[in-house]
């Protein structure tokens, strides 16, 4: 499977209201840099998207209280054409993950980090953190929550990755992409259609340690679109589409499939979630990233 930051996922908040607390309300613009969507707006290219769903922008700490949903699905499958196995032949088995996640970001600019983040896929394995201001909570599919002070930025991590599953699914398929621009009714967003492109482009494959893996794999159908904010170029919904099949040396072919469907509204500002009362410390272990964190600081006379 592609290794994208929506594939192996995690799950459920047993201490928050389950009913999502969203809105269509466009989030304020807030000054963000909007360079990549005027260029993108002048001539609508694969490489000019990406870049626009690539944009850095603080996450959360300017836009105030949001919330982000995705469902991605990845299936892969022994080409049809293949003939029936023989003894001792190593035949190739479908695969199918369902991965869904959830983030709620409650702090409004300027204050400390508040959210909450839930990731789970369909074979039972799952993840959520709960970050609250100086404390992370975190807990694992079957586990009960643990909590410890805030000391690194792993949590960073999982924010990024999971306003990057739009920019995934679309570097995927760029190859094989083809963008248009379609503006909605209003000027509520800036719809992006995607479809498949006749001629495929090798200079959009990623390099590094999937460049292989994409090069065997030959887009054959693209179909959704991608909503701009019409002011920063931001996205706010996703619904894609993927089929292509993937034929390698000395390898059996393989079809697969992928879809998405994500969307970032925002989240009403009175929304909290209790932190677990039941949550255990961590156990207490040497961490030498932590020690010498503090050591320098004594050094620095801080």
Request: net charge neutral; glycine share 8%.
């Given at each position: 499977?592609?290794?994208?930051?929506?594939?192996?996922?995690?799950?459920?908040?047993?201490?928050?209201?389950?009913?999502?607390?969203?809105?269509?309300?466009?989030?304020?613009?807030?000054?963000?840099?909007?360079?990549?969507?005027?260029?993108?707006?002048?001539?609508?290219t694969v490489d000019a998207l990406l870049a626009l769903l690539e944009q850095r922008h603080p996450v959360g700490r300017t836009r105030g209280p949001y919330r982000l949903a995705y469902s991605a699905t990845f299936e892969l499958n022994p080409s049809a054409d293949l003939p029936p196995p023989k003894v001792g032949d190593?035949?190739?088995?479908?695969?199918?993950?369902?991965?869904?996640?959830?983030?709620?970001?409650?702090?409004?600019?300027?204050?400390?980090?508040?959210?909450?983040?839930?990731?789970?896929?369909?074979?039972?394995?799952?993840?959520?953190?709960?970050?609250?201001?100086?404390?992370?909570?975190?807990?694992?599919?079957?586990?009960?929550?643990?909590?410890?002070?805030?000391?690194?930025?792993?949590?960073?991590?999982?924010?990024?990755?999971?306003?990057?599953?739009?920019?995934?699914?679309?570097?995927?398929?760029?190859?094989?992409?083809?963008?248009?621009?379609?503006?909605?009714?209003?000027?509520?967003?800036?719809?992006?259609?995607?479809?498949?492109?006749?001629?495929?482009?090798?200079?959009?494959?990623?390099?590094?340690?999937?460049?292989?893996?994409?090069?065997?794999?030959?887009?054959?159908?693209?179909?959704?679109?991608?909503?701009?904010?019409?002011?920063?170029?931001?996205?706010?919904?996703?619904?894609?589409?993927?089929?292509?099949?993937?034929?390698?040396?000395?390898?059996?072919?393989?079809?697969?499939?992928?879809?998405?469907?994500?969307?970032?509204?925002?989240?009403?500002?009175?929304?909290?979630?209790?932190?677990?009362?039941?949550?255990?410390?961590?156990?207490?272990?040497?961490?030498?990233?932590?020690?010498?964190?503090?050591?320098?600081?004594?050094?620095?006379?801080?």
């Open positions: 499977m592609p290794a994208w930051p929506v594939a192996w996922a995690l799950l459920g908040l047993g201490c928050a209201d389950p009913t999502p607390e969203t809105s269509a309300t466009p989030f304020p613009d807030s000054g963000a840099d909007s360079s990549n969507l005027a260029t993108f707006r002048a001539r609508p190593r035949y190739p088995q479908p695969q199918k993950v369902v991965d869904e996640l959830e983030l709620r970001w409650a702090s409004a600019a300027g204050e400390p980090d508040r959210f909450y983040l839930r990731q789970a896929n369909d074979h039972l394995v799952s993840r959520e953190i709960l970050v609250d201001a100086e404390k992370m909570y975190t807990r694992r599919q079957g586990g009960g929550w643990v909590v410890g002070p805030l000391e690194t930025r792993h949590h960073e991590r999982r924010l990024k990755e999971a306003h990057r599953c739009v920019f995934d699914i679309v570097e995927f398929a760029a190859p094989n992409l083809s963008v248009a621009i379609r503006d909605r009714p209003g000027g509520a967003a800036l719809r992006i259609e995607l479809t498949r492109a006749v001629d495929r482009d090798e200079a959009r494959l990623p390099a590094g340690a999937h460049k292989r893996w994409r090069q065997a794999a030959n887009i054959q159908h693209v179909a959704g679109y991608v909503d701009l904010e019409p002011s920063t170029g931001r996205w706010t919904a996703a619904e894609i589409e993927l089929e292509y099949a993937v034929n390698r040396a000395n390898a059996m072919p393989l079809n697969g499939r992928t879809s998405l469907t994500a969307s970032i509204g925002a989240l009403d500002p009175q929304h909290r979630f209790p932190t677990p009362s039941d949550a255990e410390p961590i156990p207490e272990r040497r961490r030498p990233e932590v020690e010498r964190a503090r050591l320098l600081r004594g050094l620095g006379g801080i």
